[in-house]
């Protein structure tokens, strides 16, 4: 089944403990991406990843790191989370191309910063 | 720069009667235009999208969407809406003189469908 893959789904932690949302997908896509999803500013961009090695910052980039080692993983990283990081988080992945573009998301990684 | 407005927070119809949630957009270029759905506790599902040619397209569980370039609009619709319809919708814009990778989402609309 094609799908995208997130973990973990729910998550509390403490300020300035670092920890990695992992995102695998299965498709051999090129194109992966971060959002995190706030209520009333909808999804903003974190970061995107043109291919292996290839990333780039979205609109909200402060405070994540990402690595694009491999084609199917696209880990999210906050290296010392803060309580302005407690959000909803999507992976989302697509094939790259003209005619495409449509995104497929994973089923999202609920955060909690205390 | 692009960015992405859906002027309304919620929409609510009775089920069969015709649902419209608005869209409208500014890019630099031209656009590529895309309409989400978001059931409760899952991720978000691609309805359908405008690259070019026919300003109707229609995509999926009946919807259908009209792009409008003079207006910048890019209003989602269906003729007769399903209880099962409730849900979030977001429209999305990715701008083609802009990197490839970049999409802007607006706010969302929470649609609410009454028996």
């Known amino acids: 089944e094609a799908q995208v893959t997130q973990n973990p789904r729910y998550l509390i932690t403490v300020t300035g403990k670092k920890l990695t949302v992992t995102c695998s997908q299965n498709?051999?896509?090129?194109?992966m991406s971060w959002y995190r999803q706030d209520p009333g500013l909808g999804l903003r961009q974190i970061y995107y990843?043109?291919?292996?090695?290839?990333?780039d910052k979205g609109d909200v980039p402060e405070g994540y790191k990402v690595s694009r080692k491999e084609k199917r993983n696209f880990p999210l990283i906050l290296e010392s989370p803060s309580p302005n990081q407690t959000s909803l988080y999507f992976c989302?992945?697509?094939?790259?191309?003209?005619?495409?573009?449509?995104?497929?998301f994973g089923e999202g990684s609920r955060l909690t910063v205390l | 720069a692009q960015s992405v407005a859906q002027p309304e927070d919620q929409v609510k119809v009775a089920e069969g009667n015709p649902l419209t949630v608005k869209c409208t957009y500014s890019?630099?270029?031209?656009?590529?235009l895309f309409w989400y759905v978001q059931y409760p506790n899952r991720g978000l599902q691609f309805l359908l999208k405008?690259?070019?040619?026919?300003?109707l397209v229609k995509g999926s569980y009946g919807f259908e969407a009209e792009f409008n370039k003079s207006q910048t609009s890019f209003h989602l619709k269906k003729p007769s809406a399903l209880v099962s319809d409730s849900a979030l919708y977001f429209c999305?814009?990715?701008?083609?003189?802009?990197?490839?990778?970049?999409?802007?989402f607006g706010a969302g609309t929470q649609v609410v469908v009454t028996p």
């Open positions: 989302a992945s697509s094939l790259k191309g003209i005619n495409t573009g449509e995104l497929f």
């Open positions: 498709m051999n896509h090129e194109y």
């Open positions: 990843s043109m291919n292996v090695e290839v990333t």
């Open positions: 890019v630099s270029g031209n656009p590529y």
């Open positions: 405008y690259i070019t040619g026919d300003n």
């Open positions: 999305a814009v990715r701008d083609i003189a802009d990197s490839w990778g970049k999409f802007q």
